[in-house]
């Protein structure tokens, strides 16, 4: 499966961006989607989760409330709309795709696939 991630871009604080990735190669039905992001200096950190059908999503806490991950099996595109943003929120986003189990689905060595980033910056 490859998948490429898009719609960064700079921001205000309060300000919204949506993300998206699309898949390739593969069953995209058949796969958790996650996202993840990574800030300048830190580690990697799980920020949102959907299931393969859809049915159930998850959320960092950081971010619960202000972002929404949503998926269109048919379109093979998982999105991630941002609202309200934060400067804390700067950071390259990656979409990746597995089959976790419901004890891993935060973990990134859960994940099979990965799509090359998009950089999202929040100004304040």
């Known amino acids: 499966v490859q998948l490429q991630a898009s719609g960064g871009g700079l921001v205000q604080a309060g300000g919204s961006l949506r993300l998206s990735c699309a898949a390739s190669?593969?069953?995209?039905?058949?796969?958790?989607m996650g996202w993840f992001r990574q800030a300048p200096g830190k580690e990697r950190e799980f920020v949102s989760a959907?299931?393969?059908?859809?049915?159930?999503?998850y959320y960092t806490d950081s971010v619960k409330g202000r972002f929404t991950i949503s998926r269109d099996n048919a379109k093979k595109t998982v999105t991630l709309q941002m609202n309200s943003l934060k400067p804390e929120d700067t950071a390259i986003y990656y979409c990746?795709?597995?089959?976790?189990?419901?004890?891993?689905?935060?973990?990134?060595?859960?994940?099979?696939?990965w799509g090359q980033g998009t950089l999202v910056t929040v100004s304040s």
């Open positions: 959907i299931r393969a059908n859809g049915g159930s999503t």
């Open positions: 990746a795709a597995g089959r976790p189990i419901l004890s891993t689905i935060r973990q990134d060595q859960a994940y099979y696939y």
């Open positions: 190669g593969g069953p995209f039905s058949g796969y958790s």
